[in-house]
C-alpha cells in the first residue's frame, strides 16, 4: 500500500540535487521537471529526480499508509492468505479516505500482488485530488505497477522481511449474548521504518503530477510460518 505526497512541499527539505547544493541545485532540478513537463506522457514513474533530501518532517502523513497496510495484512490473516472477503468498493473506500482525511495528501493507492485477490491478477485501486474533487480508478489497467521499474513497489517487494516486527492479538469475540474464548493471533506488522520514501519523480498516468511516495508493505506469511511481501 503506498501513500503520495506532492512535491511542492518537497522544496522546503531539498539537500542536494546531481552534486549541487543550496539555489544551484533548487535551479537545476527546476530546469529538469520543466523539460520533462514540456515533453508528452507516456505512462509510468521512470522520470525521477535523483535528489536527496530530509524527510522526516513528512513522518507524521505516513500514519493512513501504515495502518491501511496493517488492516489488509489483518485481513489476510484473518481469511487464509486472502483478501476475498473484501470487494472493489472497500479499497476504493479505504484510499479515497486516506486522501480526503488529510488535506496535504494528494493520492493514496493500494497495490497487491496477484493471487491475494483473486477476482484480477493485479490490482490497485488509486484516489487522489483533482479541480476540488477526489477521484479514483484502478491504475493497474494503465501501467505495470509490479514490474522492476516502479520504485515504490519493487524496492519493497524485493527486501527480506524475516525479521520483522510480529505483534500478538488475543481477543474475546461474541456469538450472541455469550462472550467466547480467548482466540490468539500473530500478526506481521509494518513500521514507519518498513516502509520506503521514494525520490521524487512524475507520475505519468497516476497523478500527471511530480510527487514523493511513502510506501507501506502488506504481508502474508508463507508455508514455513514466515513474513512474505503481499
Known amino acids: 500500500m503506498v501513500l503520495l505526497i506532492i512535491l511542492m512541499l518537497f522544496w522546503q527539505t531539498y539537500d542536494n540535487y546531481a552534486g549541487h547544493t543550496g539555489k544551484e541545485a533548487a535551479k537545476l532540478a527546476l530546469e529538469y ?14 522520470e525521477t529526480l535523483i535528489l536527496t533530501f530530509n524527510h522526516t518532517a513528512w513522518d507524521k502523513y505516513t500514519q493512513p499508509a501504515i495502518l491501511t497496510s496493517n488492516f489488509l495484512t489483518s ?12 470487494t472493489d468498493e472497500m479499497f476504493f473506500s479505504l484510499v479515497r479516505n486516506n486522501v480526503n482525511s488529510i488535506k496535504t495528501v494528494f493520492g493514496s493507492c493500494i497495490a497487491i500482488e496477484p493471487g491475494i485477490y483473486s477476482k484480477y491478477s493485479s490490482f490497485a485501486p488509486y484516489s487522489y ?41 488475543k481477543t474475546k469475540y461474541r456469538k450472541g449474548k ?35 511516495t511513502y510506501s507501506s508493505p502488506i504481508f502474508s506469511l508463507d508455508i514455513a510460518g514466515r513474513p512474505k511481501f503481499q
Open 178 to 212: 455469550i462472550s467466547l474464548l480467548e482466540h490468539e493471533i500473530v500478526v506481521p506488522t509494518a513500521t514507519l521504518e518498513d516502509g520506503l520514501w521514494t525520490k521524487p519523480y512524475f507520475d505519468c498516468g497516476g497523478g500527471d503530477i511530480w510527487m514523493v
Open 129 to 169: 485530488r483533482q479541480s476540488g474533487f477526489v477521484l479514483a480508478h484502478d491504475i493497474a489497467l494503465s501501467y505495470m505497477y509490479q514490474d522492476n521499474k516502479t520504485e515504490w513497489y519493487y524496492n519493497l517487494k524485493i527486501r527480506n522481511w524475516e525479521n520483522v516486527t510480529q505483534t500478538v492479538f
Open 33 to 46: 521537471v520543466s523539460r520533462i513537463e514540456q515533453n508528452p506522457c507516456t505512462g509510468g514513474t521512470e
Open 75 to 86: 485481513v489476510i490473516m484473518k481469511n487464509t492468505g486472502s483478501l476475498d472477503s473484501l
